[in-house]
């Protein structure tokens, strides 16, 4: 079985800010793909690394408007079409009556549609990831190159991440 995983070239860093200054020099030199891996989020990262906007809160506003039209439907099916009862002369269509439910349907979805999207996005769950360096959740960081990526030439990365003051420099899968 081919593995999922790909190989490339990881550089270890113990610090933020040469963590920060190689993502930016990855990214000038040319490289796309490459990964910025980190146990916690780094101030000025998305930038350093080039990273757009995720596509994430577009699924979450199309989710919640979803929400919010089957909240106003299933309230005024159930009350004014299926099981209209009129009560004290009340009208069958109450918008301020269906409020917390078109409220709490719009959140529900919004929530469950913003998680399975991460899920997605993040390609969780991941069955028995390669490790590069076990601290990386911790104390370390590391950027890690693929094989694929554009002008990838194993020499010139090395020299590049030794340059850059890296401590650790692994030929890896991620």
Not at 36 to 49: F, L
Not at 85 to 113: D, R
């Amino acid at each position: 079985m081919a593995s999922q995983y790909t190989r490339g070239i990881a550089g270890i860093w113990l610090d933020e800010a040469g963590i920060l200054k190689a993502a930016r020099k990855t990214r000038e030199a040319g490289f796309q793909k490459f990964d910025a891996i980190s146990g916690y989020p780094i101030h000025g990262m998305e930038e350093a690394c080039g990273i757009k906007r995720s596509w994430i809160p577009y699924v979450t506003f199309v989710a919640a408007l979803v929400g919010l039209t089957g909240g106003l439907a299933l309230t005024w099916w159930t009350s004014a079409v299926n099981w209209a009862v009129n009560v004290g002369g009340k009208p069958f269509f109450s918008l301020p009556a269906f409020v917390p439910i078109m409220f709490e349907l719009t959140i529900l979805f919004a929530a469950l549609c913003s998680v399975g999207a991460l899920f997605v996005a993040c390609r969780i769950p991941r069955m028995d990831p390669p490790i590069i360096d076990p601290d990386l959740s911790s104390h370390k960081f590391a950027i890690f190159i693929p094989h694929d990526d554009v002008g990838y030439d194993e020499a010139r990365i090395e020299k590049m991440f030794k340059d850059l003051g890296a401590t650790e420099i692994k030929r890896t899968e991620y």
